[in-house]
């Protein structure tokens, strides 16, 4: 485990039952995301399944819906997590842009 992900190829890691698995979690979540933003959760209409901690735990308390956007954003922030992206991000920073 090296913490680079990069060229790692996620879909291949989840399980055959995934699709149950990913059903059974949305079904449990009642369909809404479960992203907590600001103190608040979320509670959009969730069609995705993201695995709390990253890595191949796939029980049912490792696993939450989330709406798209949510999805979209916690996988970013895990991007900018990585030392190069953030070294990266600071380079690129304009003093003018807030
Ligand atoms: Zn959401």
Same mark, same amino acid.
């Given at each position: 485990m090296t913490g680079r992900w990069e060229g790692s190829t996620r879909r291949d890691e989840l399980p055959a039952d995934w699709p149950a698995i990913r059903a059974a979690v949305l079904a449990r979540d009642e369909h809404r995301c479960r992203q907590i933003n600001e103190g608040k959760v979320? $509670? @959009?209409?969730?069609n995705q399944v993201d695995h709390? $901690? @990253?890595?191949?735990?796939?029980r049912p308390e490792n696993l939450q819906s989330l709406c798209a956007e949510c999805h979209a954003i916690k996988s970013s922030r895990e991007g900018n997590a990585a030392p190069r992206v953030r070294r990266w991000r600071q380079a690129e920073r304009h003093p003018g842009l807030i």
């Open positions: 979320c $509670r @959009r209409r969730a709390i $901690r @990253r890595g191949n735990d796939h």
